[in-house]
């Protein structure tokens, strides 16, 4: 699908959908628990791979509705799959559920689409052999197809952390129900961090205890999950506010508002602090859940990503609006994403008239060199590429056609009919 932009502003009041980390850890935790319902999953193609696994270990996971999930779970024991489980796009779901087949007595075989092939998984399959487990990459490159075989036994690990946090956080999901329990040291510093907080919260709200030690993390042995009354409620999605917010903020007419904003473990709530420092105007009534975001001359600034890959091209993208340079920092492990989205910002950016530099570790977007014109720009088949470049149409002068539109499903489904309806001019084609 195509999707083409002009110019637009935008005003009026959205609703954040679910995040999906949180609704991704609890249809898992709900698998490896007796039975669990999840209220406000999001429901997108990458969380319906993580249910599509759920019941390839045993569990059931039925919509009773749009705003909940009953899931029976596996109780702590996962079968062997009968079949190859696909993860289709969703590395979170290809590094959960490896973890998941390391503790099942049998072997699991785990693929995902070209994208989720070309992602690096090779230290969670070597954490799993030094478990005592096998596990393998049928290209031998690291990369999906997989092949793990279990039960692993061990009870202490370590791994890098520099590549990716779902290591980690696929670990300790499937380490309370080892006998032993899991020490996880790290082997570098960790990144995306806060994504391994928003499991240990999931982990607490299912009754399972975890914690940080001193080199690293640690769960508890022989545990079952339980979430407190049989329910678990999932929370917005800063990473898909991000586009809202932005969008007020470079095309916010009157402002835009989005409503059920609550603060939790999400690194990405960092958004509004990158956005304040450019100047813009934001507030957030945290109670009510209420954030306001309206247009406003923003300044160039320097961020780190180091917490919140998912944040680099929206803020690529309010560089590109900005007076002066904005330097994104720490942005490495953003190579290892659907695609490498440091180089595909840089790059469909500048399709748009944008100047950038681009190094291994960061992206500068270079505001003042930069006029934003309208292009026909590739999404790269990435959610986050073409949300983002819809937030830069808003502001270009002149139309932008965004090639693979339809891959917003990943993560936020509903994105193009909230943006038409907040008043953005577009218009969808094959
Ligand atoms: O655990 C999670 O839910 C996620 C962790 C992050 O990945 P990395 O830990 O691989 O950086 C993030 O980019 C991804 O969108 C979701
Ligand atoms: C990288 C992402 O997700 P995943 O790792 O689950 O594919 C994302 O949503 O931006």
Redesign the pocket.
């Known amino acids: 699908m195509h999707v083409t932009l002009s110019p637009s502003s935008v005003r009026g009041t959205a609703r954040a959908p679910p995040s999906?980390?949180y609704t991704?850890?609890a249809i898992l935790a709900a698998g490896y628990a007796d039975e669990a319902t999840v209220h406000d999953p999001l429901w997108s193609a990458d969380t319906k791979a993580t249910a599509r696994a759920v019941e390839a270990f045993g569990g059931d996971v039925l919509r009773a509705g749009d705003d909940r999930l009953e899931v029976s779970g596996f109780d702590g024991r996962p079968a062997v799959p009968e079949n190859v489980i696909d993860c289709a796009n969703s590395?979170?779901t290809m590094?959960l559920v490896t973890a998941t087949a390391a503790v099942a007595d049998g072997t699991t075989v785990l693929t995902g689409d070209e994208s989720l092939r070309s992602r690096p998984q090779g230290p969670l399959l070597e954490a799993i052999d030094d478990l005592g487990g096998q596990a393998f990459s049928t290209r031998g490159n690291g990369q999906a197809p997989l092949v793990v075989t279990g039960p692993v036994s061990g009870n202490r690990v370590s791994i890098p952390g520099d590549?990716?946090?779902?290591y980690v956080?696929a670990l300790l999901m499937a380490g309370g129900l080892l006998e032993d329990g899991l020490e996880i040291a790290l082997e570098t510093e960790l990144?995306?961090a806060p994504?391994v907080d928003?499991?240990l919260e999931v982990l607490e709200d299912f009754g399972v205890a975890a914690r940080h030690t001193d080199d690293g993390f640690a769960v508890d042995g022989g545990q079952s999950y339980q979430a407190a009354g049989g329910s678990y409620h999932v929370p917005g999605d800063f990473?898909s506010i991000s586009y809202l917010a932005a969008a007020g903020a470079v095309a916010g007419d009157e402002s835009v508002r989005v409503r059920g904003v609550y603060p939790s473990a999400q690194g990405d709530s960092a958004i509004l602090e990158a956005l304040e420092c450019m100047g813009a105007d934001v507030a957030w009534d945290r109670e009510e859940g209420v954030l306001e975001v309206s247009r406003s001359d923003l300044e160039g600034v320097e961020v780190s990503v180091a917490d919140t890959?998912?944040l680099l091209p929206t803020i690529a993208v309010l560089g590109a609006v900005a007076e002066g340079d904005t330097h994104i920092t720490n942005a490495e492990?953003v190579r290892?994403?659907e695609t490498d989205r440091v180089s595909a910002m840089a790059e469909e950016l500048g399709k748009m008239g944008v100047r950038t530099t681009e190094e291994r570790d960061s992206l500068t977007v270079h505001g003042d060199d930069s006029s934003l014109e309208g292009a026909a720009v590739d999404g790269r088949g990435d959610h986050r590429i073409v949300m983002s470049l819809a937030v830069a149409a808003l502001q270009a002068e002149g139309e932008t056609r965004i090639a693979g539109g339809e891959h917003v499903d990943v993560s936020f489904p509903s994105f193009f009919d909230v943006l038409y309806d907040l008043g953005a001019s577009l218009e969808r084609s094959a």
Do not use: A, C, E, I
Request: charged letters at 25%; a positive charge; aromatic letters at 8%.
């Open positions: 999906k980390s991704h850890r590395g979170t590094r590549v990716s946090s779902q956080s990144k995306s994504y928003v499991t990473s890959p998912d492990h290892y994403k």
